[in-house]
């Protein structure tokens, strides 16, 4: 799997589409151009970070329509759109959809980078934290059934004693137990279990 941050490219204009695959590749920017957004679908990998630079008005899905099934597809790829035919209701749907950007054509090189890079370290920061995420909730599944429940307890804030005693069981096995999950989940404190607790919906 290539982990490498990609632009991805999705307009029906060839010459827009080569235009494009030349600024970018001139950066050094790894790129990859789609003539249409169901050509997109059909080869984009969720695991592949990146942005997209997406056209409105294409045949087929347009570029809204391509924007609402990632969204469907839970599929959270920064989306720079880049149309000539750009109006304020349109950014404003786009917007409000979660696109990063809204540029229209002709833009100039140096705009376009800037905002493409912007994105791509978005999607950087994105990727590493769902990464860190996973190992963290990964690590969950190492934790025995009542040290889950002793978890969900500490996080909603029950001390060692309310916890023993709705156990029926000693307020140093609840330490020991406490301190296992700790220990297990790498949570450094209260807050940072809380955190880990609620973003694996445990």
Do not use: W
């Not at 599944?141 to 005693?165: D, F, H, P, Q, Y």
């Not at 096995?173 to 949570?187: C, S």
């Not at 209260?190 to 955190?195: D, G, I, N, V």
């Amino acid at each position: 799997m290539n982990t490498q941050p990609c632009v991805f490219v999705v307009d029906d204009d060839d010459a827009v589409r080569d235009s494009l695959g030349l600024v970018f590749e001139t950066a050094g920017l790894p790129y990859q151009t789609f003539a249409s957004a169901e050509c997109f679908l059909e080869s984009y990998s969720p695991e592949q970070p990146g942005c997209l630079v997406l056209d409105v008005n294409m045949p087929g899905l347009d570029g809204h329509e391509l924007q609402a099934e990632l969204i469907r597809r839970h599929i959270h790829l920064p989306i720079i759109f880049l149309t000539a035919y750009g109006d304020i209701p349109m950014t404003v749907r786009a917007m409000k959809a979660g696109a990063v950007d809204f540029l229209t054509k002709p833009v100039s090189t140096e705009l376009l980078l800037d905002r493409v890079q912007a994105a791509l370290q978005l999607e950087v920061n994105t990727h590493a934290q769902s990464i860190k995420g996973q190992a963290q909730c990964n690590r969950l599944s190492g934790l025995t059934s009542r040290e889950l429940e002793i978890m969900g307890m500490v996080v909603a804030g029950l001390t060692n004693k309310e916890i023993a005693r709705r156990l029926g069981i000693s307020h140093r096995t609840v330490e020991i137990h406490r301190a296992k999950v700790m220990e297990k989940t790498g949570a450094p404190n209260l807050l940072e279990l809380a955190r880990i607790y609620a973003a694996c919906r445990l």
